[in-house]
Structures are given as structure tokens and as C-alpha cells.
């Protein structure tokens, strides 16, 4: 096993380097970046040398080393804004976002940097790359987290009951229920809780911003923990109504797939109680395909499908700094983002091999050779 996870964490380090050159090569032929929208900034507030000839030109040597890893196809001949602007400005532009050197350089950089977790600063905030995550991610893992463990709590039991009652009236009017939860969209059902409990047009039971209370900090612990589990009611309902569709069905369809099996039939002619059949022989088996979703399902939740109901509830998560990023080209935020996003998604797919062992210690990937 030992062997195994070497392996895995090696291949760790090509697949990362993998995924940010495609990635940077991709952005190499995006429009609109920082160069053009400060040159369309320029344009149309009028000259801002002085800025950019002064400060501007003494930030160049700290931003030029880690910032500059994004393309722009910005020059005095290649793009139509610049015309009309003094040369000398362009170059200093391009040398505040670090654009003076060329791809190969910058991506050279940008991975030694990388290497020793500096990403560098954002082009658009007066913070590093690692001080705006740290400043999101609370946010983020309030809603992954719980979001995923309600899901799991209730969609495992719920899946295994429909599996034993396969076919019956609380089968069929359970599957009603969670695919018509999945077939409303998350921020759609966040608005119509908004709507109903957040002072929209009837009650006003919980808050609809932040994850704590003004004034909050000065409270006992069991006050702030209590405030805190009202802020997260809503986002949390909302983000769960149509995740319980697939992981119910899949724990149902895997528990009916072992049920049916020649081992489980053999179990129950000795004499096995059903409890102990369910719980002793399937369970064990049904829940590798399970827990195989498992990592996939933390990472979309915490990373991705939370935008809108980050904006929905004015929460202040890396859904909405991941979004406002790639709409402003803050090309720092966004590889930094990338790069700590898909680390920590290769490292719970090794979690999740190792969560494989830990349900049926028969499995022994230390005999795998790939």
C-alpha cells in the first residue's frame, strides 16, 4: 500500500504541471486582458500617465515576477485602444502586469514560484493570492461542508430503505420527491426562500447576509455558534434540494445490484437475520461505488456549484472571488485558485482510495502495477 501511494503522489506533481501549461496556453489566446482593460480604462478616463509612470513602475519589479502568467495580445500595433497613447505608457503597462517578458519566461516563473506556494498578488486587490483564499475559504467550507454531509446523512439510509422496499408506495412517492428537488435549480429554490423566510414578502425568520451577526464577536461561544447555524439554514437548504436525487438513487440501485446476488441469497438460507444480511454483507460492497463519488462530490460542491447561492445570500465565498476573477482577467487569482483547487481534488481522490481499503480491506491496490 505504501508503494501505491508513492506512486500516486508522484504523479501528482506531472498532472498539476499538466493541467496549468493547458491551461496557460488556452489564456495565451483569450482577449481582453489586464494590459487592454487598463488601456480601455485609460481610454476613456483619460491620461493616467503620471500613475503609471511613478507607482506604477516601482510595483513592476514585485508584480512582474509572479503576476505577469496570463496572455494578452496587447501592443501599440496589435490592439486598437492602445492608439493615440504614448509608447512609453504601454511598456510601463505591460511591465506592471509582468507582460514584458515572454510566455515561455513567465511560465517558467510562475512554476518555481508555484513550488513554494507563491502566487503571487491579485492585479486588481492590494492582497497576495494566498490572503484572499484564506479569506474566503470560511465561507466556502461552511457551505461544502455541511451541504455534503446533510446530503450523505440523508440520502445513504434514504437509498437503502428504497432498496428494501423496492417497488412499494413509499418507493415510488420517495422518488417523486427528491427528482422533483432535482429538477428545480439551487439558486431559483434559494430566491424562493429568500421569498418566503428572509423578509422577502411573508416572514422574516433568518438573515440573508454573512454568516454572523454585527456585533457578534463580543458573544459567548454557544451565542456565536448558534448565530452561525442560523446563517447557514438557508444557504445550506438550498444548495441540499437537489443533491439527494442522484446519490439516493445510486445507494438504491448499488444496494439492489448486491441484494440480488447469489452470496446474499446463501447468507439468508443459513438463517440470517435481515439486519445482519443488509449490514454485514451488502453494505460492505454497495458502498465502494459510493464512496468512488465521494471526493468528486466534495470538490463540486465546495468549489463550483455554490456561485449563485453565493450571490443569492451575500456570501463572500471563492465561488464569487472565482467568478469575479475570470470576468476582471485577474490572471494571479485565477491560477492560484486553479492550482490550489486541483491539488487538494488529486489528493481526496488518493483519500478516496484509501477510503476503498478502509470499507473492504480485501481491496490491495499495493498489487496494482499502473
Same mark, same amino acid.
Given at each position: 500500500?505504501?508503494?501505491?501511494?508513492?506512486?500516486?503522489?508522484?504523479?501528482?506533481?506531472?498532472?498539476?504541471?499538466?493541467?496549468?501549461?493547458?491551461?496557460?496556453?488556452?489564456?495565451?489566446?483569450?482577449?481582453?486582458?489586464?494590459?487592454?482593460?487598463?488601456?480601455?480604462?485609460?481610454?476613456?478616463?483619460?491620461?493616467?500617465?503620471?500613475?503609471?509612470?511613478?507607482?506604477?513602475?516601482?510595483? *513592476? =519589479?514585485? /508584480?512582474?515576477? +509572479?503576476?505577469?502568467?496570463?496572455?494578452?495580445? &496587447?501592443? #501599440? $500595433? %496589435?490592439?486598437?485602444?492602445?492608439?493615440?497613447?504614448?509608447?512609453?505608457?504601454?511598456?510601463?503597462?505591460?511591465?506592471?502586469?509582468?507582460?514584458?517578458?515572454?510566455?515561455?519566461?513567465?511560465?517558467?516563473?510562475?512554476?518555481?514560484?508555484?513550488?513554494?506556494?507563491?502566487?503571487?498578488?491579485?492585479?486588481?486587490?492590494?492582497?497576495?493570492?494566498?490572503?484572499?483564499?484564506?479569506?474566503?475559504?470560511?465561507?466556502?467550507?461552511?457551505?461544502?461542508?455541511?451541504?455534503?454531509?446533510?446530503?450523505?446523512?440523508?440520502?445513504?439510509?434514504?437509498?437503502?430503505?428504497?432498496?428494501?422496499?423496492?417497488?412499494?408506495?413509499?418507493?415510488?412517492?420517495?422518488?417523486?420527491?427528491?427528482?422533483?428537488?432535482?429538477?428545480?435549480?439551487?439558486?431559483?429554490?434559494?430566491?424562493?426562500?429568500?421569498?418566503?423566510? *428572509? =423578509?422577502? /414578502?411573508?416572514? +422574516?425568520?433568518?438573515?440573508?447576509?454573512?454568516? &454572523?451577526? #454585527? $456585533? %457578534?464577536?463580543?458573544?459567548?461561544?454557544?451565542?456565536?455558534?448558534?448565530?452561525?447555524?442560523?446563517?447557514?439554514?438557508?444557504?445550506?437548504?438550498?444548495?441540499?434540494?437537489?443533491?439527494?436525487?442522484?446519490?439516493?438513487?445510486?445507494?438504491?440501485?448499488?444496494?439492489?445490484?448486491?441484494?440480488?446476488?447469489?452470496?446474499?441469497?446463501?447468507?439468508?438460507?443459513?438463517?440470517?437475520?435481515?439486519?445482519?444480511?443488509?449490514?454485514?454483507?451488502?453494505?460492505?460492497?454497495?458502498?465502494?461505488?459510493?464512496?468512488?463519488?465521494?471526493?468528486?462530490?466534495?470538490?463540486?460542491?465546495?468549489?463550483?456549484?455554490?456561485?449563485?447561492?453565493?450571490?443569492?445570500?451575500?456570501?463572500?465565498?471563492?465561488?464569487?472571488?472565482?467568478?469575479?476573477?475570470?470576468?476582471?482577467?485577474?490572471?494571479?487569482?485565477?491560477?492560484?485558485?486553479?492550482?490550489?483547487?486541483?491539488?487538494?481534488?488529486?489528493?481526496?481522490?488518493?483519500?478516496?482510495?484509501?477510503?476503498?481499503?478502509?470499507?473492504?480491506?480485501?481491496?490491495?491496490?499495493?498489487?496494482?502495477?499502473?
Amino acid at each position: 500500500m505504501a508503494a501505491y501511494l508513492l506512486r500516486r503522489l508522484l504523479l501528482v506533481i506531472p498532472t498539476l504541471i499538466g493541467i496549468i501549461a493547458i491551461n496557460f496556453a488556452v489564456i495565451q489566446f483569450a482577449p481582453g486582458g489586464p494590459v487592454e482593460q487598463m488601456i480601455a480604462e485609460m481610454k476613456g478616463k483619460g491620461d493616467t500617465t503620471a500613475r503609471l509612470t511613478g507607482g506604477g513602475a516601482s510595483e *513592476a =519589479g514585485t /508584480s512582474s515576477g +509572479s503576476a505577469g502568467m496570463g496572455g494578452d495580445s &496587447s501592443g #501599440s $500595433g %496589435s490592439y486598437r485602444g492602445a492608439r493615440g497613447l504614448d509608447p512609453h505608457v504601454i511598456a510601463d503597462i505591460k511591465r506592471l502586469f509582468g507582460f514584458d517578458k515572454p510566455p515561455m519566461e513567465r511560465f517558467e516563473i510562475m512554476l518555481r514560484n508555484y513550488a513554494t506556494f507563491d502566487f503571487g498578488r491579485s492585479f486588481f486587490r492590494d492582497q497576495t493570492v494566498l490572503q484572499l483564499v484564506a479569506q474566503k475559504m470560511p465561507v466556502s467550507i461552511s457551505i461544502g461542508l455541511w451541504s455534503t454531509l446533510l446530503i450523505y446523512l440523508v440520502s445513504i439510509p434514504l437509498g437503502i430503505a428504497k432498496a428494501v422496499r423496492d417497488g412499494s408506495r413509499f418507493d415510488v412517492a420517495s422518488s417523486v420527491a427528491v427528482l422533483v428537488g432535482y429538477a428545480i435549480p439551487g439558486f431559483l429554490f434559494a430566491i424562493l426562500l429568500v421569498v418566503l423566510f *428572509a =423578509g422577502g /414578502s411573508f416572514v +422574516s425568520w433568518f438573515p440573508l447576509r454573512g454568516l &454572523s451577526s #454585527s $456585533g %457578534s464577536q463580543e458573544w459567548g461561544l454557544g451565542a456565536r455558534v448558534l448565530d452561525y447555524a442560523w446563517h447557514m439554514v438557508l444557504p445550506t437548504v438550498a444548495l441540499i434540494v437537489g443533491g439527494f436525487a442522484s446519490l439516493t438513487m445510486l445507494t438504491k440501485n448499488s444496494f439492489l445490484e448486491e441484494i440480488r446476488k447469489q452470496y446474499v441469497t446463501t447468507a439468508r438460507a443459513k438463517g440470517a437475520g435481515e439486519a445482519r444480511v443488509m449490514y454485514r454483507h451488502v453494505f460492505r460492497n454497495a458502498m465502494l461505488l459510493i464512496i468512488a463519488g465521494f471526493p468528486a462530490a466534495l470538490m463540486g460542491i465546495l468549489f463550483s456549484s455554490s456561485l449563485l447561492i453565493e450571490i443569492v445570500f451575500s456570501l463572500d465565498g471563492l465561488g464569487l472571488l472565482g467568478f469575479e476573477s475570470a470576468i476582471r482577467r485577474d490572471y494571479p487569482v485565477m491560477f492560484g485558485t486553479l492550482y490550489i483547487f486541483t491539488l487538494l481534488g488529486l489528493v481526496l481522490q488518493i483519500v478516496g482510495d484509501l477510503m476503498y481499503t478502509l470499507v473492504d480491506p480485501r481491496i490491495d491496490f499495493s498489487a496494482r502495477r499502473t
